[in-house]
């Protein structure tokens, strides 16, 4: 069975520009998580949806948002780049039950630099 | 939201037991302790997981204090492919928020 896909693994974007990345879940799996990992940092949650409604949001500004589609795919984006938001953007996906405590898969991630 | 204290770095000699430590003394009734695990340039792995009793799986122990306060994630021989950075994570009930901090750092000498 296939993981967590994301794409592009890597890519450049000029501050100021915009930026799409995608996630696809593991079949089966409703929810998906977003996180930004900064070079030598943890994760840091952005995003989570679940049957295309979102469930829980971090400390983010408003240039980023997300969304997922019927399939259970999801796409964040980031509008007005800065340098800052250079890093590697984790996608997770999880079955969901009740206590919202299940197992995440995640991605290999989207290197994202910003200059 | 409840934060989590882990030691920046430990070391293990290879097929020794590890006690990773982790503290969360602000930690609330409905919060479940999550144990991830990340290898160089992969994302994070699910080691494990519980809310009050401990827990036992193919990967690991995890051992949480009577007053949750605080946890240890077991791994009982070490291997060289364990060497990664833990992650001991906070995550409430019907929330879906998960705020990792900066991890353990974990060398495996052979």
Known sequence: DAGVTQSPTHLIKTRGQHVTLRCSPISGHKSVSWYQQVLGQGPQFIFQYYEKEERGRGNFPDRFSARQFPNYSSELNVNALLLGDSALYLCASSLWDSTWNT???FGQGTRLTVV | DAKTTQPNSMES???EPVHLPCNHSTIS????IHWYRQLPSQGPEYVIHGLTSNVNNRMASLAIAED??????ILHRATLRDAAVY???LKRTNA???TFGDGTTLTVKP
């Open chain 1, 103 to 105: 197992e995440a898969f």
């Open chain 2, 13 to 15: 000699n290879e097929e």
């Open chain 2, 29 to 32: 009734g409905t919060d479940y």
């Open chain 2, 68 to 73: 949750r306060k605080s946890s240890t994630l």
């Open chain 2, 87 to 89: 992650y001991c994570i």
């Open chain 2, 96 to 98: 879906g928020k998960s």
